[in-house]
């Protein structure tokens, strides 16, 4: 595969992350940095998003994904610990979306240590 590197503009736009693990927790302090409204799918949350979501930096939804989540969405990243669920996620977002650790399911690619250096 062959990438065009581009840098996002995510401030305020609708980003909608499907986990609530230790990944999702990665990827979404990540876009909170960029200025993404930032919305997590998940019934748990880590305790850093369960405090990100008391300051009201995220919305919570408090259950699995279901079809229509992504609706409206600018980004998706799909970060179960579910390969199908994933690939559902992938094939059902409206817009961008990566599975991580899954470049053939993404149509862009966002190593964490690349997104973290760009951060301050």
Partial sequence: MKYY????NLQGKK???????NVAERK???????????????????????KEKERGSIIHIERNYRKGDLRGSFLVIAA???P??????ATEAPSLVNVVDVPK???????????????P
């Fill in 80 to 82: 179960t610990d579910m």
């Fill in 15 to 21: 980003t909608v992350i499907v986990g609530g693990g």
């Fill in 28 to 50: 979404v302090i990540t876009l909170l940095k960029s200025g993404a409204a930032v919305t997590v799918i998940s019934p748990t949350l880590t305790n850093r998003l369960l």
């Fill in 105 to 119: 399911e993404c149509t862009f690619i966002a190593p964490q240590s690349f997104s973290e250096a760009l951060l």
């Fill in 84 to 89: 199908a669920l994933n690939s559902r996620i």
């Fill in 5 to 8: 590197p581009a840098y996002l």
